[in-house]
């Protein structure tokens, strides 16, 4: 592995900040198949998961600071490490209070194939980026084997999302399909897809879980559509009192992971 370079940028004018604050714009990641991660937890994590990172942004430390580590590691991956002031930093972070390091790394989607067993989730069309993060942190955190995205969800890898993983996305491999694919996927694996439905009669808590299972979770306007109802091997509900008319889209995910997971934690 040839160890990154060591540049020092400290205009904001600079195409490299430039480039680097346009990967806040989903067309600029799509175009360069980048992300930014911000803060040294997030680098870490993406270190200790094996990710390579392509560039770190670094705030300018004294010799004896952490982040001189965390920049030797990040440059021993073959990434870049470019020392910066706070201006630059802000802008990059656009906001006044920026951590002192922003990484850049390749954007990762693993083929479902990947995920042949333990407890998947499965996401419809999430529209919210927080509640796509929050998913991916809870996934990684229940012990699931991976998060799938099906038809147009919001992108993980933007700024929110990446933040609301608080690292997650590094360690919890993610996939794209659409429902064709996600129901071949659960054929080909013997898996049950276990949908979640406000007008399904089965109690989350009264099913007999046992892994490989998919859980299926709908969008947060509209629920799960009708042919991703259809394609559930079982439809369960979460129970519920008071007035909310629903859960929110990431807390129905921990509940009802929680529940079908419950079995595999300790
Ligand atoms: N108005 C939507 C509907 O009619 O389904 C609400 C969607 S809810 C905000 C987003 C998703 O969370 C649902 O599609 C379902 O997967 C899950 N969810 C929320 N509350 C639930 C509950 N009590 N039981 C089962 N699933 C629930």
New binding site residues.
């Given amino acids: 592995m040839v160890a990154g370079s060591v540049k020092t940028i400290t205009s904001t004018a600079n195409p490299v900040i430039k480039a680097a604050r346009a990967l806040h714009m989903r067309k600029a990641r799509a175009q360069s198949g980048l992300f930014l991660a911000e803060g040294q937890k997030l680098l870490w994590d993406a270190l200790s998961a094996g990710w390579q990172p392509h560039m770190m942004f670094a705030l300018q430390c004294d010799p004896d600071d952490p982040v001189q580590t965390l920049a030797a590691k990040v440059r021993a991956a073959g990434g870049d490490v470019i020392w910066t002031n706070r201006p630059v930093m802000e802008k990059l972070a656009r906001r006044d209070n920026p951590q002192t390091v922003m990484g850049v790394f390749e954007e990762r989607y693993v083929p479902l194939s990947q995920l042949a067993g333990g407890t998947i989730v499965a996401l419809?069309a999430p529209r919210d980026p927080g509640n796509v993060g929050t998913v991916i942190r809870t996934a990684d955190a229940l012990g699931a084997s991976g998060v799938v995205l099906l038809g147009n969800f919001a992108d993980p890898f933007g700024s929110d999302a990446v933040r609301a993983t608080m690292g997650s996305l590094f360690h919890m491999p993610l996939c794209r399909t659409d429902l064709a694919g996600l129901q071949s996927h659960a054929a080909s694996i013997g898996a049950a897809i276990i949908?979640?439905?406000?007008s399904?009669t089965t109690d989350?808590r009264t099913l007999a879980v046992s892994e490989p299972q998919i859980l299926?979770?709908?969008?947060?306007?509209?629920?799960?559509s009708e042919a991703a109802a259809g394609a559930a091997t079982r439809l369960?509900?979460?129970?519920?009192g008071g007035s909310a008319?629903?859960?929110?889209?990431a807390?129905?995910?921990a509940i009802?992971l929680y529940q079908l997971r419950s079995p595999y934690l300790s």
């Fill in positions: 419809e949908g979640t439905h406000l399904a989350v299926l979770m709908g969008t947060e306007q509209s629920g799960l369960v509900r979460i129970p519920m008319d629903s859960l929110n889209l807390i129905a995910t009802a």
